[in-house]
């Protein structure tokens, strides 16, 4: 996409006598802080608003609401303080890695967004391998916060450090073997080829495709809560053990690149989940406004970017509602029981395609019954405890 | 065999029901109204005014029904109340030439405002003391000599009365809590 639009830019002239790999170059790094600036950041830092904000709802509390209308300006008053903060490199550190280690996971977590499918059109890079190159990218996040535990030459970090190595790396295969599922559906690794091959009716997306791609979602959606190291998988920044783990050492700008990977991953993973098991972008064809390209474009992307936030706010409860579990426990979750039932959703997919490769229209409908007579029964389950405790109930989000 | 993979599926399914109520739970606790108090600018009412009537916050002094008896100078466990009562050999009247109370050491233990025989000594539901300076914070209710007041049967005087009224009635608070303690005693 990026490459055909640049070489219409050349072709216009706008480059002059540019070599053609100098025009390349700039455009991709304008394209790069086009994304970084105009989406990454703002979102990591909205996120860390957000979330305060819901936790505070689901704790009785109301969060923050002094910076700006109703506190929307607080992410970027944290930003600026924690960027104009001295930064403290420890004696003994490894000072070379040290100051490296938060660009390393900064560029794991960035690069995915390149594959990442915001609408038909809007993508940077439609990858053929796609879903394959964001895992391998977001993998790259381990490497910078082992070196991060290392190089601060603390027991803390180097503890959060290993224990980040150690989850990650576990569970990498429950997650890709899930990711597999779908691609056994798809044939295609490609993000927008998947997307293409779901519509925006609920029955034919991947989540309802059939029982095991059912259970493949939740499996991945745990997989990769636990790969962003999020709650209840937070072992590597336990702040009741281990201070904040790996960051322990960090402070000022160095602190604010991982804060914003840790916030930013939220997103990515939401972004993941919806591209293969919830429609991605699609939309139904609404007359007047999917007529124009640019309508049908924007949205697309607003449906995209709305179904990722469910996501993102479905991870902030979830870190409200479980505590943190053990090591053992985290280990015995992966290798004892997502292992083998993302295995079995392999197989099972796999004789699924093989009897209907198609699709079956039915048990498509079933599973699509069953997943909304699941939440409806959630909602059911949520008026129960309101009644039982006869609490005053505010929908208002403002404070 | 059998037994283990009940047991495994048991497991299985018991984590994914108990994360589902508890998802309910959080979800219903999402939407309840947030019991914050957004002290001290976003309230409905003064804080001050949701206090009950024996608070014990500042003390304040009401010149007007003081007699200079000294009482509370003598019940103050932290001597921070300071007195300067003196007759005045002419006008043969009770002068308060000085009335200071230090609310830095002050502990707000009410013992002042009990032996009080007007109730004007009594402590009111301000709570916000922070100053500068350990000087700001010493209270000089005398700014002038005055003459203490001097108790008649029956108060004629319709700019004091008012101000007896309400001295009396924190007294009869007190009686009245003490009166209920008794009865609780004795029952």
Redesign the interface.
């Known amino acids: 996409m990026l490459q055909e639009f640049i070489d219409s830019l050349i072709a216009d002239g706008l480059f002059g006598g540019l070599p053609r790999d100098v025009a390349y170059l700039i455009g991709m790094l304008a394209a790069g802080a086009l994304v970084v600036f105009g989406f990454v950041l703002n979102v990591a830092g909205i996120t860390t608003f957000v979330e305060r904000r819901?936790w505070?709802?689901?704790?009785?509390?109301?969060g923050p609401n002094r910076v700006g209308p109703q506190g929307v300006l607080q992410w970027l008053a944290d930003g600026l303080k924690l960027l104009m903060k001295e930064e403290a490199i420890p004696f003994a550190a490894d000072a070379r890695l040290f100051k490296l280690a938060p660009f390393i996971v900064t560029i794991g977590f960035i690069t995915a967004f390149v594959a990442m499918p915001f609408s038909s059109a809007l993508i940077v890079a439609d990858l053929n391998l796609g879903i394959l190159y964001i895992t391998s990218m977001t993998s790259l996040v381990v490497v910078g916060i082992m070196v991060a535990g290392w190089a601060s030459n603390n027991k803390w970090s180097l503890i959060g450090g290993i224990r980040a190595a150690a989850q990650i790396v576990s569970y990498e295969i429950p997650a890709a073997l899930s990711i597999f599922t779908v691609i056994l559906i798809t044939g295609t690794l490609s993000m927008q080829s998947i997307i293409q091959q779901q519509s925006w009716l609920p029955w034919d997306w991947f989540i309802f495709h059939n029982p095991f791609t059912f259970i493949g979602f939740?499996v991945t959606f745990v997989a990769l809560l636990a790969e962003g190291n999020r709650t209840p998988f937070d072992l590597p920044e336990a702040e009741s053990e281990l201070v904040a783990g790996f960051v322990t050492e960090y402070s000022g700008a160095r602190y604010l690149f991982f804060f914003l990977v840790e916030w930013g991953n939220l997103y990515v993973i939401s972004a993941i989940l919806v591209t293969l098991f919830l429609g991605g972008w699609q939309v139904p064809m609404i007359p007047v406004i999917t007529d124009s390209a640019f309508g049908l474009n924007l949205l697309q992307a607003l449906t995209f970017v709305g179904k990722s936030y469910f996501g993102v706010i479905l991870i902030m409860?979830?870190r409200?509602?479980?505590p943190r579990i053990r090591v053992d426990q985290l280990m015995t979750t992966c290798w004892k029981?997502l292992l083998p039932?993302s295995f079995a959703n392999f197989m099972g997919t796999a004789l699924w395609v093989l009897i209907w490769p198609d699709g079956f229209l039915p048990a498509e409908l079933l599973m699509t019954a069953l997943g909304f007579g699941l939440v409806g029964y959630?909602f059911y389950?949520?008026?129960?405890?309101?009644r039982r405790?006869g609490?005053?109930?505010?929908?208002s989000p403002l404070? | 065999m059998a037994t283990v993979l009940n047991q495994y599926v048991r497991n299985v399914f018991d984590t994914a029901a108990a994360v589902f109520e508890g998802m309910a739970v959080t979800c219903s606790h999402f939407v309840r109204t947030p019991s914050t108090i957004q002290y001290p600018d976003r309230t409905d009412v003064r804080v001050q005014d949701t206090l009950p009537y024996r608070y014990r916050g500042i003390l304040e002094v009401d010149l007007e029904i003081c007699t200079g008896c000294l009482a509370c100078e003598r019940a103050c466990p932290i001597d921070c109340i300071v007195i300067d009562a003196k007759k005045d050999k002419a006008t043969k009247q009770m002068m308060l030439n000085r009335f200071d109370i230090d609310i830095a050491k002050c502990m707000y233990c009410g013992l002042c405002s009990e032996p009080c025989p007007t109730g004007s000594i009594h402590h009111t539901p301000e709570f916000e003391g922070a100053d500068y300076s350990l000087e700001s914070m010493l209270r000089r209710f005398v700014k002038e000599p005055v003459a203490a007041y001097k108790p008649k049967k029956v108060e004629d005087d319709p700019k004091i009365a008012p101000i007896l009224e309400r001295g009396m009635k924190y007294l009869d608070e007190f009686a009245a809590a003490g009166d209920e303690i008794e009865a609780e005693a004795e029952a």
């Not at chain 1, 609490?391 to 929908?395: D, E, G, K, V």
């Open positions: 819901v505070a709802r689901i704790q009785s509390r109301v939740f409860w979830i409200a509602t479980l029981y039932i959630f389950r949520v008026a129960y405890h309101l405790s609490a005053q109930i505010t929908l404070s």
